[in-house]
């Protein structure tokens, strides 16, 4: 196996900035231009660094699973350019009957010289893109996408031991569902949001879990049998945004730009394996199943499995009795980019601006990096409770509004 660096690309000087001025002198009467340089490195650059198995084809062709490690970088910066200020001293110049101001035309895209000059610690010319996401937090994303990859490696889509040790309170739920309909409407009546705090539960984590278990049951039936080969993914993905102002003071004028910096990243795990499927394992009867029921029973596990992931950890550690794994890898993939906007020019006590400087500048990096075998799973902390996501929030919210109406009944206000 050899190492093979690929690159394509580069930054380029693509506008040019310019300007012009009348200065103090009382005999300088004409425009003097001062400054004709080109300015506005962008363009992308791109790097590609992965292994070389020698004879992959053929070894590919025998049956061989072979997953190298790679990594690709991508650096790209947009210039858009605007236009530079436009400004005058305000106290004439003491020429004879002239009343000649001092005046600088500066055109171009001159808000990225200026950033510049804030920014003494840039020696490449190209403005950053600014990270948000933390190392712990993004440690923890791919913590829990590799756990739950090793935890959804089971042979069936539902845990029937679980369904089947909460039997009675399914076949109670199904048996009574037009009673506990009825008192549910009484109770919306008499109280709309523990009504519906109620309606959406049941429906949510009584109706629907025996739904999904039918359907398993009937998709394991049609399964194959015998030695099989499954590949497991799992997903997931973090997002932070920072915004913030920052400026540079010139002799004769304040220039103020905004900052908008978005993070992301996306983790994909992946396991090949091969195992002999069974009828009782295609519907929903496995071992790691069996040894995770009593966490699912555990009232209140599942909102703890919110917060941290003990369920899949739990599940990803029980054994897979003559399941083969064949191949795995895990996949980060992270885009952060930062978008600089010129927001106002602010003039000193003695100069007046004409015109403000505009433009703005987005520069973003791209980071992929290519394991070739899934870290082992781990007790973590998730980055992420998804309380923006509607399903969880409702979820959350209607246990709120009946964890308080089981209080409140317990406790009557008295008068």
Not at 1 to 15: H, I, N, V
Not at 194 to 201: F, M, P, S
Not at 314 to 319: E, M
Not at 330 to 339: A, K, P
Request: proline residues 5%.
């Amino acid at each position: 196996m050899t190492s093979r660096l690929r690159k394509r690309g580069a930054f380029k000087y693509t506008t040019t900035r310019t300007g012009r001025y009348i200065d103090s002198s009382c005999a300088h009467t004409t425009w003097t231009q001062y400054v004709n340089t080109p300015v506005g490195l962008e363009g992308r650059v791109e790097e590609f660094r992965d292994d070389v198995t020698v004879g992959y084809s053929r070894r590919l062709r025998k049956g061989e699973i072979i997953m190298n490690p790679m990594s690709q970088k991508i650096s790209e910066t947009v210039i858009y350019p605007g236009q530079g200020p436009h400004f005058t001293l305000q106290t004439p110049i003491a020429c004879p009957a002239t009343g000649k101001l001092q005046k600088h035309e500066q055109d171009g895209p001159w808000f990225e010289t200026y950033m510049l000059l804030k920014y003494t610690s840039i020696t490449d010319g190209r403005l950053p893109a600014i990270p948000v996401l933390g190392n712990s937090e993004m440690d923890a994303l791919v913590n829990d996408t590799v756990t739950s990859c090793w935890a959804d490696r089971s042979l069936a889509d539902s845990n029937l031991f679980e369904s089947v040790a909460e039997y009675k309170q399914t076949v109670k739920t199904i048996g009574d569902i037009t009673i506990r309909t009825r008192n549910t409407l009484k109770k919306w009546i008499r109280n709309p949001i523990k009504g519906a705090a109620d309606v959406h539960l049941m429906i949510r984590y009584a109706i629907m879990p025996g739904i999904r278990d039918i359907q398993s049951v009937i998709n394991g039936v049609g399964k194959p049998k015998g030695v099989v080969r499954k590949t497991t993914r799992t997903k997931r993905t973090l997002f932070r945004s920072k915004s913030s102002t920052d400026s540079y003071n010139g002799s004769s004028f304040q220039v103020n730009w905004s900052l908008l910096s978005n993070d992301e990243l996306e983790v994909r795990a992946m396991s090949l394996d091969e195992y002999n499927a069974t009828l009782a394992a295609n519907i929903g009867f496995t071992d790691n199943g069996l040894l995770i029921t009593p966490w699912e029973l555990i009232p209140w596990s599942f909102v703890i499995d919110w917060f941290v992931n003990v369920g899949k950890y739990l599940q990803a550690l029980a054994p897979m009795q003559g399941r083969k794994q064949l191949g795995s890898c895990f996949v980060t993939r992270r885009t952060y980019s930062t978008l600089y906007t010129a927001t106002t020019t602010v003039p000193t006590a003695t100069w007046s601006i004409e015109r403000p400087i505009t433009g703005s500048v987005l520069s973003t990096e791209i980071r992929v990096n290519r394991h070739p075998a899934l870290a082992p799973p781990m007790l973590t902390i998730k980055p992420n409770f998804r309380f923006d996501e509607l399903t969880r929030a409702a979820d959350a919210l209607a246990l709120v509004i009946q964890l308080i109406s089981r209080i409140a009944s317990k406790h009557p206000t008295r008068t």
